[in-house]
C-alpha cells in the first residue's frame, strides 16, 4: 500500500511541478517577445515594457499559488522519503515516530503548508527576480537612448535628468509618477528577492528544492 500510496504522491508531485514549469516558461517567452517589439523599433512606444511587467507578474501571481499546492504534495512524499525508505535503506535512531500521523492528519483535512506571500516570495526570489531585472534595463535603456525613441533625435543618450523624466511619460500619466510608481514595485521585488524565512520541515533538510 505505502509503495502504491508514494508512485500516487509523486505524479501529484511532478504534476503541479510541471504547472510551474510551464508558468516560468510563458513568462520567459512575455518578456523575450515583447523586449524584441520595444526594443527593435523606435516606433515602439516604452510601455510595451511596462506592458511586459504587467504580464509576469500576473503569472508570477498564478505560480505562486500554484507552488503552495505543490508544496503539500512534496512535503507528504519528502516524509515518506525521509522516514519510511531511508529509514529502510539505512536504519537510523533518529527515526520520527509522527512522521506518519503527519501524513495522515494531511490526508484527512489537507491545508496549505505556507502563506501566499511566502509562496510569492520564492517564486520571485528563484525565477522572477532575473526577469524583472531584465526589463528594468531594457526600460531604463529605451527612455535614455533618443533613437529608440519616436520622433527623437538619432543621438546616444539623453541631455538630461529631465529628458528621461519626461520621456518616462505614460500617456497622461507625468513621467516622474511613473518613475516613483517602478521605483516602489522594485523596491518590493529587492524585498522579496532577499527575504529569508526561517527554513523549517523539509526544506531545513539539504539544498535540493524548488
Same mark, same amino acid.
Given at each position: 500500500m505505502?509503495i502504491?500510496y508514494?508512485?500516487?504522491?509523486?505524479?501529484?508531485?511532478?504534476?503541479?511541478?510541471d @504547472?510551474?514549469? $510551464?508558468?516560468?516558461n *510563458?513568462a520567459?517567452t512575455?518578456?523575450a517577445?515583447l523586449l524584441?517589439v520595444?526594443? =527593435? #523599433?523606435p516606433t515602439?512606444?516604452h510601455?510595451?515594457v511596462?506592458?511586459?511587467?504587467?504580464?509576469?507578474?500576473v503569472f508570477?501571481?498564478?505560480?505562486?499559488?500554484?507552488?503552495?499546492?505543490f508544496d503539500v504534495?512534496?512535503a507528504?512524499?519528502?516524509?515518506l522519503?525521509r522516514?519510511?525508505f531511508a529509514?529502510?535503506?539505512n536504519p537510523?535512531?533518529?527515526l520520527?515516530?509522527?512522521?506518519a500521523l503527519?501524513i495522515?492528519v494531511?490526508l484527512r483535512?489537507?491545508?496549505f503548508?505556507?502563506g501566499y506571500?511566502?509562496?510569492l516570495?520564492? @517564486?520571485?526570489? $528563484?525565477?522572477y527576480? *532575473?526577469?524583472y531585472?531584465i526589463?528594468?534595463?531594457?526600460?531604463?535603456?529605451?527612455? =535614455? #537612448?533618443?533613437?529608440?525613441?519616436?520622433?527623437?533625435?538619432?543621438t546616444?543618450?539623453?541631455?538630461?535628468w529631465?529628458a528621461?523624466v519626461?520621456?518616462a511619460?505614460l500617456?497622461?500619466?507625468?513621467?516622474?509618477?511613473v518613475?516613483a510608481t517602478?521605483g516602489?514595485?522594485y523596491?518590493?521585488?529587492v524585498?522579496?528577492?532577499?527575504?529569508?524565512?526561517?527554513?523549517d520541515?523539509?526544506?531545513?533538510?539539504?539544498?535540493v528544492?524548488v
Amino acid at each position: 500500500m505505502i509503495i502504491h500510496y508514494y508512485r500516487g504522491e509523486i505524479g501529484r508531485m511532478i504534476s503541479w511541478r510541471d @504547472r510551474i514549469d $510551464r508558468t516560468s516558461n *510563458w513568462a520567459m517567452t512575455v518578456v523575450a517577445g515583447l523586449l524584441s517589439v520595444s526594443l =527593435s #523599433t523606435p516606433t515602439s512606444h516604452h510601455g510595451v515594457v511596462l506592458f511586459a511587467m504587467l504580464l509576469i507578474s500576473v503569472f508570477l501571481m498564478i505560480e505562486a499559488r500554484r507552488y503552495r499546492f505543490f508544496d503539500v504534495y512534496r512535503a507528504r512524499v519528502r516524509q515518506l522519503e525521509r522516514y519510511y525508505f531511508a529509514q529502510a535503506l539505512n536504519p537510523q535512531a533518529e527515526l520520527n515516530p509522527d512522521w506518519a500521523l503527519a501524513i495522515a492528519v494531511s490526508l484527512r483535512n489537507p491545508a496549505f503548508l505556507m502563506g501566499y506571500r511566502e509562496a510569492l516570495f520564492r @517564486r520571485v526570489r $528563484r525565477n522572477y527576480c *532575473w526577469m524583472y531585472l531584465i526589463l528594468l534595463l531594457a526600460w531604463g535603456l529605451k527612455i =535614455s #537612448t533618443p533613437k529608440l525613441l519616436p520622433d527623437m533625435p538619432a543621438t546616444e543618450t539623453v541631455a538630461s535628468w529631465m529628458a528621461i523624466v519626461d520621456n518616462a511619460a505614460l500617456g497622461p500619466v507625468p513621467g516622474w509618477l511613473v518613475l516613483a510608481t517602478i521605483g516602489l514595485i522594485y523596491s518590493g521585488i529587492v524585498v522579496a528577492s532577499l527575504y529569508r524565512a526561517p527554513d523549517d520541515g523539509e526544506f531545513a533538510h539539504g539544498e535540493v528544492h524548488v
